[in-house]
């Protein structure tokens, strides 16, 4: 299983010239799993939380592409909270992993990449159930 310390910060290279700065991600190059859906969460109202869950398989890259927000990241034994302030940082979540999204700055932009397709059934919504499925793995 998955702790909070597997998951990690990945410096993606910026690509700097007079017109501005590039980052890319590139499928199981710079990220390490299949990408199968990017998804991007905008116009987040202030004092918005999101997130609450874990997924069951669900990977995922998850990047400040403007703006900050805070993800707090939860194993069930640790916790750690990360803030997410720079468009070439990507956040790599690993499965099993409980987050909490939070303090999105106005305007803020977060784009995530994951390595499977919506599925309602790879969530785990209620922290009990969480607590429950990470003591019995
Ligand atoms: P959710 O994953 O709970 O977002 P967050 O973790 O940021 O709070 O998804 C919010 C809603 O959007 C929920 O009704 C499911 C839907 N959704 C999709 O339709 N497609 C997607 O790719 C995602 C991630 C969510």
């Known amino acids: 299983m998955n702790t909070v310390f597997d998951c990690s910060i990945i410096a993606l290279e910026k690509v700097k010239n ?3 700065n590039l980052s890319s ?3 199981l190059n710079n990220v390490p799993f299949e990408i199968n859906r990017i998804y991007y ?23 400040a592409v403007s703006g900050a927000f805070d993800v707090l990241l939860d194993d069930g034994v640790n916790k750690t909270t990360i803030r997410l302030d720079r468009p070439n940082n990507a956040l790599h979540i690993k499965k099993g992993i409980w987050r909490e999204t939070r ?7 977060c784009m995530v990449i994951a390595s499977h397709l919506y599925d309602p059934d790879d969530y785990i919504d209620e922290y009990e159930n969480f607590k429950l499925y990470r003591t019995q793995k």
Do not use: M, W
Not at 41 to 63: C, N
Not at 103 to 109: A, R
């Open 103 to 109: 303090n999105f700055t106005s305007g803020c932009i």
């Open 18 to 20: 007079r017109a501005g």
């Open 41 to 63: 969460i905008y116009d987040v109202p202030s004092g918005s939380d999101r997130g609450g869950h874990a997924h069951k398989e669900l990977e995922q890259f998850v990047i």
């Open 25 to 27: 991600v590139q499928n």
